[in-house]
């Protein structure tokens, strides 16, 4: 009886979040990702109790995780950041990286755990930053490619590491074997761009109103296939689940827009409305809160993790801002980039399944990237909102008519 209540509880969860988010809008713009969180955590075992982690909301979650790492490849227009945009946001992760793993290595446990702590403290919830950057209608402006390219590389950047240094092979092997992957991925994009899709853009018009669905078919299979693919090399699935999203994108480009458009709106329904919320309540729910606050060391230690993130990620990031981007823009491109959450739950389980973090760190390293999607996206959303009320007072004559009057308002 406690299963069935913890698998009707968590799709109630799911479905209550998006409501609260618009009750409390009216005072303050919050995440849905953070409401998700916060329920999972009052409904497990270290709030209410009522829902424990489940082995089928377990892999449930991962799919979702899956999904949300291909939405991003999907989302991420490789020819609008390409040249300054991209390499600037490379060089500014490279040194996120690097600063990070001198952090780790002030941990004084080894290089993995240095490893361990880098990956987690440079990386960049793109998944869980593109969705607000998409409901504010930011993606296409120059704002919008900088904090993409800076997410891109926070995630593929994060993802690389992991692979070479964390999969239980030396270095070497590791190189080889990730290259090898890196290879068919590249040699699938490279035909991808050049054949002809027409069959394949019919095929999927046909079946947009059928029961047939044969594009989100069609999708989980690249996604199922390069998962399996990348777990088959004992290579991160997030790694696999990001590369079928870029390839999913290129082989629907040249499709009509309304089909790319209806297509997208399926794959936010599967993804959004089912998959990825069970796998930010599952987060709530599974983060070890008792282990946290056994040791006052590590409870004060989280706050001090969430600046790191902040001055590790954030400032480097500086380097992708687009030119003649305001002060305001700089402070919020370094909170977007600063915003980490399911790459940091991905890599503390590495450590913890290999024995290199403690549950306390693993706890403290998640609670600062809760925090940092808690805090971070809102602090950004509340500066623009500012923003967007200065430059309307700016556009108000001494009179007190609006210049710009072709809306019609």
């Known amino acids: 009886m406690d299963e069935i209540v913890e698998l009707v509880l968590v799709p109630a969860l799911a479905v209550a979040a998006p409501l609260l988010v618009r009750l409390i809008d009216r005072w303050l713009a919050v995440p849905i990702v953070v409401l998700e969180i916060l329920l999972g955590i009052a409904v497990g075992p270290n709030g209410l109790g009522w829902v424990h982690p489940h082995p089928f909301l377990a892999g449930l979650a991962d799919f979702g995780l899956a999904m949300l790492f291909f939405v991003a490849g999907t989302e991420i227009d490789f020819r609008a950041i390409a040249g300054r945009p991209l390499r600037r946001g490379a060089l500014a992760w490279a040194i996120s990286f690097v600063l990070a793993l ?44 900088a904090v993409s390219a800076v997410g ?26 990730l290259f090898v992957f890196v290879a068919l991925a590249v040699v699938l994009v490279w035909v991808s761009a050049r054949v002809e899709h027409g069959p394949l853009h019919r095929l999927v018009s046909l079946t947009l109103d059928t029961t047939g669905q044969f594009a989100v078919r069609l999708i989980l299979l690249i996604v199922a296939v390069l998962v399996a693919l990348s777990i088959a090399l004992d290579l991160d699935m997030l790694l696999g689940a990001f590369c079928a999203g870029v390839l999913w994108r290129i082989m629907i480009a040249r499709a009509p827009a309304h089909d790319r458009e209806l297509v997208a709106s399926k794959v936010d329904a599967v993804a959004f409305g089912f998959l990825v919320p069970i796998f930010f ?124 009057r072709e809306s019609g308002t």
Do not use: C, K, N
């Not at 950047?157 to 190189?175: E, K, M, N, V, Y």
């Not at 790459?343 to 609670?367: H, K, N, R, Y």
């Not at 959303?381 to 004559?397: H, M, P």
């Open 152 to 177: 891109a590389v926070g995630e593929f950047g994060p993802l690389i590491a992991i692979s070479l240094f964390l999969g239980g092979r030396d270095l070497g092997t590791s190189s080889v074997v």
């Open 281 to 404: 309540i599952e987060t709530g729910v599974g983060f070890d809160l008792r282990a946290l606050v056994a040791e006052p060391w590590l409870f004060a230690l989280v706050p001090v993790l969430l600046v790191a993130l902040f001055l590790i990620r954030g400032l480097p990031a500086q380097l992708a801002a687009p030119r003649g981007a305001s002060r305001g823009d700089r402070v919020r491109l370094a909170l977007y980039a600063a915003t980490g959450l399911p790459l940091i739950v991905a890599v503390t389980a590495i450590g913890q399944d290999e024995g290199l973090l403690s549950a306390g760190l693993a706890a403290a390293l998640v609670a600062a990237g809760m925090l940092s999607v808690l805090l971070f996206p809102v602090l950004a959303s509340i500066g623009r909102r500012r923003g967007a009320e200065l430059a309307y007072e700016a556009s108000v004559d001494p009179g007190g008519d609006a210049r710009m």
């Open 102 to 145: 001198g952090a780790g290595l002030l941990h004084l446990a080894g290089w993995q755990t240095a490893i361990v702590i880098g990956v987690a403290l440079s990386s960049t919830a793109l998944g869980a930053v593109l969705p607000i950057l998409r409901d504010a209608r930011l993606l296409g402006t120059p704002f919008g490619t």
